[in-house]
């Protein structure tokens, strides 16, 4: 009975027993551990806070200013003129002096075809005849008048050029976005797998004088026990002091890719120093593009790389700055309809004046050599749209070149790790069975060392052509479509 009483007992305890063994604990719910920080992350980060980018954003605000200057040229101005003449009549002198006038006030506007016009109402002061368009008590006249050019000038000048121009300032603004946008991606990739290599060769480091310090402990009781020589536990503790040297350069290298890559992080108007808890692993090797992706890749950026877009640009810009230059060879014919506004004319009456006016330059000197600046720079274009085509092709070449010969960097790599590996395993056991020394152990142990820093620097020039890639094929030229959200890989 006292038998059953005591494991009764034991029974109604055990509920109340926790994971760890004592009465009344709970156990703690493990953390998960960090999301790893990823290339499109650190891209999304970039195209929200980067300072470079949103400076490159007032591209558009210039762009909108250009466009309200140039369209400030058509505008209608409102003119109000007050015009007075003191005269003595010389068809009647009894009347003695007199001063008459008058105010005008009308709307002036130009068009973009070249034609300018005015529009308003004429009130006349003192005794003043109006001849024409008159209302009212005689006293008030409806003026209209206008101007047109109808060789130099019509539907191609400065002002409209100008306006052409500005209509170009939007795109162009785009591509200088574009433009800044492809070279941050570029240079925070490149520098992403810096970091990402620096935290994996500092990791290598790290494991390398666990393993040095565990063997010096091991070869120091060895020693005391009389199984070996003395000189190997020097030997080994050599070894420890060496690989805590690599490794605090290995830390120092890890520490200055932290402080390039938190440039490309900002927050609140600062760089942000990248977590070392959120390194990610090295993704796996995708498939290579084939020969029809590249070529679909090349026409693409052909069209989407923003040098290419801005040589388009330019042309358009200067074919508006030829078309200005032929046009200023013809002579100027104008015509012209006005009130007439010399106080003067007071004494004949306050009508209209009407006149053609013809200039026909001798020399052309100006008017030739404008069109000789438009048509050299049009044909630098060409050939710079050439050149930029051909580059396009080629750096698409050189990065899948690059992504190739990386890829067999690592396979390579891979293969040699894994024979050191076996050569390394062997020593040791060489060693433990007392066939080898420390100095053997510890060169084979550098050069597994060696493999595996190897094997990370190629993984590395792996993901940077990749990203290199990407830029010559203009993929990251155009803005992001949605919100980039960080996952597990």
Do not use: C
């Not at 199984?227 to 690599?246: F, L």
Request: avoid cysteine; hydrophobic fraction near 45%; charge should be neutral.
């Amino acid at each position: 009975m006292r038998v059953l009483s005591f494991i009764l007992g034991w029974l109604l305890l055990l509920p109340a027993v926790g994971y760890s063994g004592q009465v009344g604990e709970v156990p703690a719910a493990e953390s998960l551990p960090p999301i790893p920080f990823s290339l499109d992350e650190l891209h999304a980060r970039i195209d929200r806070t980067h300072p470079l980018l949103k400076g490159a954003g007032a591209e558009k605000t210039i762009a909108r200013g250009k466009m309200l200057k140039a369209l400030g040229a058509f505008e209608p101005t409102l003119v109000n003129d007050t015009e007075l003449e003191r005269f003595i009549s010389s068809t009647d002198p009894s009347k003695g002096t007199q001063t008459v006038g008058y105010n005008d006030t009308l709307v002036e506007a130009l068009h973009p075809s070249g034609f300018k016009g005015s529009a308003g109402f004429r009130q006349a002061i003192g005794d003043a005849r109006i001849p024409d368009l008159s209302f009212g008590n005689g006293n008030q006249q409806v003026i209209l008048g206008g101007y047109l050019p109808l060789l130099r000038g019509l539907m191609i000048n400065p002002e409209r050029a100008e306006l052409q121009r500005s209509e170009l300032a939007n795109p162009l603004a785009d591509i200088k976005i574009a433009q800044t946008r492809q070279g941050l991606f570029l240079a925070a990739a490149h520098q992403f797998w810096e970091w990402v290599s620096a935290a994996k060769l500092f990791d290598v480091q790290k494991r390398a004088v666990a393993v040095a310090e565990a063997r010096y402990k091991q070869v120091e009781e060895r020693a005391k026990a009389g199984v070996i020589a003395p000189i190997d536990v020097t030997e080994a503790g050599q070894e420890v002091h060496r690989r805590r040297e690599v490794a605090i350069a290995a830390r120092r290298l890890l520490e200055q890719e932290q402080f390039k890559l938190s440039m490309f992080l900002w927050d609140n108007g600062s760089p942000t120093i990248p977590p070392i808890d959120r390194v990610p692993e090295f993704p796996p090797a995708g498939r290579l593009p084939t020969p029809e992706d590249i070529m679909a890749h090349k026409l693409a950026a052909m069209e989407e790389r923003p040098e290419v877009k801005e040589l388009d640009v330019e042309a358009k810009i200067n074919n508006i700055d030829l078309a200005l230059a032929k046009n200023n060879l013809l002579p100027s014919l104008d015509l012209e309809a006005a009130p007439a506004r010399s106080p003067e004319k007071f004494v004949l009456g306050l009508g209209y004046r009407f006149g053609v006016e013809l200039r026909i330059p001798l020399m052309q000197r100006r008017g030739r050599g404008e069109v000789l600046q438009a048509q050299g720079q049009a044909e630098r274009l060409v050939m710079a749209q050439q050149y930029r085509e051909n580059q396009v092709l080629v750096d698409v070449d050189n990065a899948f070149s690059a992504i190739e010969r990386a890829r067999e960097r690592i396979e390579e790599a891979v293969q040699a790790l894994r024979l050191v590996e076996i050569v390394e395993e062997g020593e040791r056991y060489r060693f433990s069975v007392g066939a080898s020394s420390v100095l053997f152990v510890n060169m084979r142990e550098r050069n597994t060392i060696d493999s595996e820093n190897q094997v990370i620097r190629a993984k590395a020039e792996y993901y940077k052509a990749l990203a290199q890639y990407q830029w010559a094929i203009g993929a990251w030229a155009k803005g992001p479509n949605e919100i980039m959200r960080a996952s597990y890989r």
